[in-house]
T-cell receptor
């Protein structure tokens, strides 16, 4: 099973709302990632968790808060977002460093 | 630092070949190639590592010139299913950065027509 699942598929939220994105993998991968992708642009790395610890934060605004409750789950908590945060949020996982990354289908986020 | 991909777009007829290039001004540890179809997630194609090791699909070939910090993806006898945006992702590793950190190029839009 090489599947990464993400929920919800679509999310519309106001600038004062609090919501969470969820990601799950059952491949035994030890690294998990959050990417942000705008239309017709490449994915941009936001966060990396390695062995359930945050190893990379690409200077992401604090209104995005990642969490890795266990080795299979990754959450992204959203609060007080701006309209420019509207994008496709992709989760990925890999066995470790320098391994292929498996991407989930993404959550299409719209901030109104 | 974002790698540079070329061409930005290419249109082929089924059965034709294409080459997509990816270059970096910094020393690289590895180059990854992904394909993303419209509305879908990126799908892994190939990893090329410093030192010559490759991991990927049998029908996809690629090269990595470590001296020039360039990689090329070769698509032969193209099929309609090859259509999509191809991204290279580079890892600098070592003192240049983490091997977890993939920086993607802007992408190459490949369209294969019947």
């Amino acid at each position: 099973d090489t599947e990464v699942t993400q929920t919800p598929k679509h999310l519309v939220m106001g600038m004062t709302n609090k919501k969470s994105l969820k990601c799950e993998q059952h491949m035994g991968h030890r690294a998990m990632y959050w990417y942000k992708q705008k239309a017709k642009k490449p994915p941009e790395l936001m966060f990396v968790y390695s062995y359930e610890k945050l190893s990379i934060n690409e200077s992401v605004p604090s209104r995005f808060s990642p969490e890795c409750p266990n080795s299979s789950l990754l959450n992204l908590h959203l609060h007080a977002l701006q309209p420019e945060d509207s994008a496709l949020y992709l989760c990925a996982s890999s066995q470790g460093e320098v391994y292929e990354q498996y991407f989930g289908p993404g959550t299409r986020l719209t901030v109104t | 630092q974002q790698p540079v991909q070329s061409p930005q777009a290419v249109i082929l007829r089924e059965g034709e070949d294409a080459v997509i290039n990816c270059s970096s001004s910094k020393a690289l540890y590895s180059v990854h190639w992904y394909r993303q179809k419209h509305g879908e997630a990126p799908v892994f194609l190939m990893i090329l590592l410093k030192g010559g090791e490759q991991k990927g699909h049998e029908k996809i070939s690629a090269s990595f010139n470590e001296k020039k910090q360039q990689s090329s993806l070769y698509l032969t006898a193209s099929q309609l299913s090859y259509s999509g945006t191809y991204f290279c992702g580079t890892e600098r590793g070592g003192s240049g950065g983490s091997n977890y950190k993939l920086t993607f190029g802007k992408g190459t839009l490949l369209t294969v027509n019947p």
